[in-house]
């Protein structure tokens, strides 16, 4: 079982940053691909980016290629979402999610066991 944390979010205007983290516990995070999701109001939740076991592979969606950088520290067991030149359209509740996949990248939703409650990110035009 792996509970995971995100803080990090809220209130920003257009063209500022905001870096997002989720903290894990309960399982060794190294054996586990990561990823962000978001979900705009009246919206279905929406791929962001993931990562993988180790770090070496990364995926973004179109919509944020450019502009968000995931990372983790296994040691801290933390992951992160560095989000730079922030859009209005990046409203969301973003959340993290982990799943035991030692290779690869897990890209989809039904891919991941484990999520955090979400943290509110609110970009101001």
């Known amino acids: 079982q792996v509970q995971l944390v995100e803080s990090g979010g809220g209130l920003v205007q257009a063209g500022g940053s905001l870096r997002l983290s989720c903290s894990a516990s309960?399982?060794?995070?190294?054996?586990?691909?990561m990823g962000w999701f978001r979900q705009a109001p009246g919206k279905e939740r929406e791929f962001v980016a993931a990562?993988?076991?180790?770090?070496?592979?990364?995926r973004y969606a179109d919509s944020v290629q450019g502009r968000f950088t995931i990372s983790r520290d296994n040691a801290q067991g933390t992951e992160y979402l560095q989000m730079n030149s922030l859009k209005p359209e990046d409203t969301a509740v973003y959340y993290c999610?982990?799943?035991?996949?030692?290779?690869?990248?897990?890209?989809?939703?039904?891919?991941?066991?484990?999520w955090g409650q979400g943290t509110q990110v609110t970009v101001s035009s």
């Open positions: 309960g399982r060794t995070l190294s054996n586990c691909a």
């Open positions: 999610a982990a799943t035991p996949l030692l290779l690869g990248l897990a890209l989809t939703e039904s891919e991941y066991s484990y």
């Open positions: 990562i993988s076991s180790r770090g070496g592979r990364t």
